[in-house]
């Protein structure tokens, strides 16, 4: 994982490092998702684009739409640059992990489409390959966020796109 929160009483998310903790399974995919699109939002490289409703006034996205908002995105970047700890060698973690592999290639969802995921992950019919590609299409987005490096981008958009 890539990125550290803490929760305060009210259960508002304050990204401090780059490995994200405590989150259900459930949860961590649905933020995992909702993160690496805001990422990718924010780098120009996806649109959203109404195609059932199309409000008078148009409306935009709004960050934080998500756990992590600009701002702190341009935190982590700049802690990066500068290779201030602990943010730098975390950094330099999920560039080497799998997640953060230039050539991550997704496992992608069962050929059926249905994802069963069973109490203790059995049974386990495309759930941890869904883990798994939600934890990679994240570490790349951040990865592109944070390098400008447009492979991430496309790899967490190959990745998101695969899951429908």
């Known amino acids: 994982m890539v990125v550290f929160l803490q929760h305060n ?5 304050t990204v401090t490092g780059l490995r994200l903790v405590g989150h259900s399974r459930t949860a961590w995919r649905a933020t995992v ?3 690496a699109g805001a990422i990718l939002l924010l780098g120009g490289l996806v649109q959203i684009t109404p195609t059932l409703y199309t409000p008078t ?12 908002s600009q701002a702190q995105l341009n935190f982590m970047k ?3 640059a500068s290779k201030t ?3 730098y060698s975390e950094f330099l973690n999920a560039q080497a992990s799998t997640y953060g592999s230039l050539t991550y290639t997704p496992s992608g969802p069962p050929s059926g489409g249905i994802i069963d995921c069973g ?5 386990d019919i495309g759930c941890s390959s869904e883990d ?3 934890s990679a299409a994240y570490t790349q987005a951040l990865l592109y966020w944070i390098t400008g490096t447009s ?13 429908g």
């Open 151 to 163: 492979t991430y981008a496309q790899n967490a958009i190959t990745i998101l796109n695969a899951y």
């Open 85 to 87: 700890e602990p943010m």
């Open 132 to 134: 798994e590609d939600g």
């Open 119 to 123: 109490s203790f992950s059995n049974p």
């Open 78 to 80: 700049a802690q990066v």
């Open 33 to 35: 998702v909702l993160i």
């Open 57 to 68: 006034a148009i409306t935009t996205f709004a960050h934080p739409g998500v756990l992590v």
């Open 9 to 13: 009483e009210r259960g508002v998310s």
